[in-house]
């Protein structure tokens, strides 16, 4: 049975990273300044935790969806 293991990135500006958490994915918290740097540490990270945890480790066609928010203020022109 497939799985999809849901992951959510929230932008810290103050911070300048994106911010990685998942229920899904038992301890996972991860940052990155760029989407394709914690996509690159996600494709590792995600399988090493499941499998550490002993997350369904029978699912066959397992993934996961990474779901991005950023939050900024709107920059109007002043004319």
């Known amino acids: 049975m497939a799985k999809l293991h849901l992951v959510y990135a929230d932008w810290d500006a103050e911070a300048g990273v994106w911010v990685a958490t998942s229920q899904?994915?038992?301890g996972l918290i991860t940052e990155a300044p760029t989407m394709e740097q914690l996509t690159q540490k996600l494709d590792v990270m995600?399988?090493?935790?499941?499998?550490?945890?002993?997350?369904?480790?029978?699912a066959t066609g397992e993934s996961f969806e990474?779901?991005?928010?950023?939050?900024a203020p709107l920059q109007r022109s002043q004319a």
């Open 46 to 58: 995600v399988p090493e935790l499941l499998d550490a945890n002993g997350v369904h480790k029978d």
């Open 24 to 26: 899904d994915v038992p």
């Open 66 to 71: 990474l779901i991005a928010r950023r939050v």
